[in-house]
């Protein structure tokens, strides 16, 4: 009878409350059979959305495992974003930024409605999950899917700022918490740095959202990847004296072009490669300009990133390959192989 009813009252909404029992069954039906927005300012009155769902932990093995149910609120929400309706989509986002949870199924139920919405809509409420994320250790279910489909909406409408700041916090590479364990000063596996995403879900990412990315944000994109690569291997050579450059790179990444392995540094320099190759692409003549502040930056990865991105199109940095060819430190090992093949092309 409610869910039949055109024009809802401040009544109708209250009689809800009261006499429909307040369980996932009764309000999974509801609000899954639910299409008109004229409930949303009720329910919101009624404080419908105040209650998320908590995670539940279940003891097992000496441990816990956790579930993180459904929230039939939020799943009504993400599709009340898709309301043409302009004041509909902004109550969708006055409520989705009021919901504090630790329930993943719901952040999920929020990114759909920010994936539903205009993208200058969606940033507010991107901006929003960046908090909740900045929180988190890690991130599971199919949330990196839908961080990865968020970060391409805004900078497809040209959200760039929201989009750069979501892709920051998500692709954060943060310290191994067990760096701590090392027994010595030498390097330690302890030490590899880590991320809120798994290895492969850290590639889905990028992969869902890099191209769209770079297309909006240009250097500042290539910036912003940068930046996440010099902090993993600050963290990979925490125990290296400030003066050194060499970070075994030609060991974790053999050949620039492609990953050596799953680790999150080695992810991040395929981001900076790809996001330096496309930026080439679309511009041959940014070509000296990039490899030049590649070229700045402290680590050695960056200098054997500058030197494959030169071969893609020399004819625009004559005067830089010459500079780079002659300087007799970049025949050494291990720029070797970047720099034969430099000289080759």
């Known amino acids: 009878e409610l869910i039949s009813l055109k024009s809802p009252t401040r009544n109708d909404a209250k009689k809800l409350r009261l006499n429909v029992p307040n369980n996932t069954a009764t309000y999974g039906h509801f609000f899954h059979n639910l299409t008109n927005p ?18 539940i932990y279940e003891p097992r093995n000496e441990g816990y495992v956790v579930s993180h149910p ?19 989509q902004q ?20 990114l759909d409605a920010a994936l539903a919405l205009p993208a200058a809509t969606a940033a507010t409420l991107t901006n929003h999950e960046c908090q909740w994320i900045a929180n988190q250790t890690h991130l599971a279910g199919l949330l990196p899917e839908r961080l ?32 701590n364990e090392a027994t010595e000063e030498s390097w ?15 590639g889905r990412v990028l992969q869902l959202a890099l191209p769209d990315l770079v297309r909006a944000g240009g250097v500042d994109a290539l910036t912003m990847f940068c930046d996440l690569l010099e902090s993993a291997v600050n963290l990979y050579q925490g125990h290296t ?25 080695d992810y991040v320099a395929s981001a900076v490669v790809k996001c330096a190759e496309q930026l080439v692409k679309a511009d041959p003549t ?18 054997r990133i500058s030197f494959h991105l030169l071969t893609i199109a020399p004819e625009n940095a004559g005067e ?18 970047e720099y034969v093949a430099l000289l080759h092309d």
């Open 148 to 179: 990865g489909q968020t970060i391409a909406h805004l900078s497809v409408g040209n959200e760039v700022e929201a989009a750069l700041e979501l892709a920051r916090v998500t692709l954060a590479v943060l310290p191994n918490p067990r760096a």
């Open 286 to 303: 940014q070509v000296p300009t990039l490899a030049s502040s590649l070229q700045a930056r402290h680590w050695r990865i960056f200098k």
């Open 70 to 88: 459904f929230w039939p609120q939020s799943r009504y929400l993400a599709r009340m974003a898709a309301s043409a309706d302009v004041a509909t």
């Open 188 to 202: 330690s596996w302890h030490r590899e740095p880590v991320s809120r995403l798994g290895g492969w879900y850290y």
């Open 320 to 337: 830089i390959i010459r500079e780079t060819l002659l300087r007799s430190h970049n025949q050494e090992p291990p720029l070797a192989e």
């Open 91 to 110: 109550i969708v986002v006055t409520i989705a930024v009021s919901i504090e949870t630790e329930n993943i199924s719901i952040h999920q139920d929020l």
């Open 38 to 55: 004229a409930w949303l300012p009720l329910l919101r009155q009624q404080k419908f959305f105040s209650r998320p769902l908590k995670p």
């Open 241 to 265: 004296p400030t003066e050194a450059t060499d970070d075994y790179s030609d060991i974790w990444r053999t050949h620039i072009d492609h990953r050596s392995g799953e680790d999150v540094k």
